[in-house]
């Protein structure tokens, strides 16, 4: 199975660095080819013919495969792989303790998936879940969690196999030089040696320099062919963006907030009166008199999106404040103000308008409509692809998955935990 890590970790920046799938100026199209220090030129065989073997047959511990069901019954659950969970762990067989149960979960477009091998890269995730969430929720996660992995894995599968129809001899012979330009540099990382760039490749990824090369041609056609399919399609029109712009308006252009101190102080606390008036005359900033014991306000300021014009805004529901508040411009003080058994002072402390123009939001608004239209060129090719291939089994491997990772991985929170112990 592909693993996808290297994806993540390494697509962009060989694409980038060949500039087009070509590494040291031979480029994916160009006719060109590879001489190696020896002078002799690097065949595409050369890259071929490693192991096949499914990752149950390569592991150096001893593995039975068994079914599904079989995988499913915890009579056949014993001590748990050392690289794996220990609680709940890996299934072995209790009569012989030391192979590994993994179970043949389905096929991927003609490979076998293998629940052990598939599950790994996951494990991480299923654990720590598997040990807050209730079974239920557990499952839901599980299921969800495998069914985006496998989706991810099917359609870089199927891409694969649609490029390599489609390549022709000066392609392969750019995709030829690329690679071996990557074999080069993996080895020139080891000083020059094979076995340590092999040993640093198992430490790292679990991989030999066969696999790498193998990944690393996957993600190269991979990504050039959802580029020819999905990326080269995508487009993207001035008008487009203007239209999104104008259908959102309001998004892009919120309501200005108004953020407005108020002092109330009671009209017989006069000592309260002196000095607020006098603090403020001496030039003290509003907002830290507003915090003196004299202001009777529990929330000094109060912060109001402003819908309209603000001279005829609404800001309180007692007149003579409203009137005031509506003359404030930002940074200006209205006050003493009289009402009712109290005075008050309000002072405009920030004006913030968030309003995005159309000039500033393009480029934002041109990524956003290329996303969208990349997803849905995305799901209408590779469901074509999955019709095509005829991919009846993809919700049989997700229930199977999702069962074997139950059995697995899942512990149960701490507290059903304890429940279960007092019983």
Not at 93 to 120: E, M, Q, R
Request: glycine letters at 6%; proline letters at 4%.
């Amino acid at each position: 199975m592909v693993d996808h890590r290297l994806v993540r970790n390494g697509l962009a920046a060989i694409l980038v660095a060949s500039a087009g799938l070509a590494l040291a100026g031979c480029s994916f199209g160009e006719r060109s080819s590879y001489k190696a220090p020896s002078g002799r030129t690097v065949q595409a065989g050369e890259f071929e013919g490693t192991s096949t073997a499914s990752p149950t047959e390569q592991s150096a511990i001893p593995v039975r495969v068994v079914s599904v069901e079989q995988a499913r019954s915890a009579e056949s659950v014993g001590a748990a792989d050392p690289g794996e969970p220990s609680e709940g762990g890996m299934a072995v067989l209790t009569s012989n303790p030391s192979p590994l149960i993994d179970a043949k979960v389905g096929d991927l477009n003609g490979a076998p998936v293998f629940a052990k091998a598939w599950l790994k890269p996951i494990s991480g995730r299923l654990k720590a879940e598997g040990e807050r969430l209730d079974r239920d929720e557990f499952r839901a996660f599980a299921s969800n969690l495998i069914r985006d992995r496998l989706a991810g894995e099917l359609k870089d599968e199927l891409l694969y196999a649609e490029i390599q129809a489609e390549l022709t001899a000066q392609e392969k012979a750019g995709l030829r030089a690329v690679l071996a330009g990557a074999q080069r540099e993996q080895v020139r990382r080891a000083g020059g040696s094979v076995t340590v760039a092999n040993q640093a490749l198992k430490d790292a990824n679990d991989q030999t320099i066969d696999t790498f090369v193998r990944d690393r041609e996957r993600q190269i056609l991979v990504a050039e062919k959802y580029r020819r399919e999905i990326d080269d399609k995508v487009q993207v029109s001035q008008r487009d963006i203007k239209l999104f712009y104008e259908r959102n308006r309001d998004q892009f252009n919120p309501p200005p907030v108004a953020t407005i101190y108020r002092i109330r102080v009671p009209n017989d606390d006069a000592a309260g009166i002196a000095e607020v008036t006098r603090r403020l005359a001496a030039g003290e900033a509003f907002e830290a008199v507003a915090m003196i014991e004299a202001n009777t306000m529990s929330e000094p300021f109060s912060e109001r999106e402003i819908v309209g014009e603000f001279s005829e805004f609404e800001f309180y529901s007692i007149e003579p404040l409203n009137e005031a508040a509506r003359t404030l411009t930002l940074g200006r003080t209205a006050g003493p103000i009289e009402h009712g058994s109290s005075v008050s002072w309000l002072h405009l402390s920030s004006m913030v308008d968030s309003s995005v123009s159309l000039y500033d939001s393009q480029l934002a608004i041109e990524n956003q409509l290329k996303a969208s239209q990349r997803r849905e060129l995305e799901q209408r090719y590779i469901f074509k692809l999955i019709r095509r291939a005829g991919l009846a089994e993809f919700d049989e491997i997700i229930s199977n998955l999702t069962d074997i990772a139950e059995l697995w991985y899942y512990t149960g929170p701490p507290a059903a935990a304890g429940e279960l112990n007092e019983n």
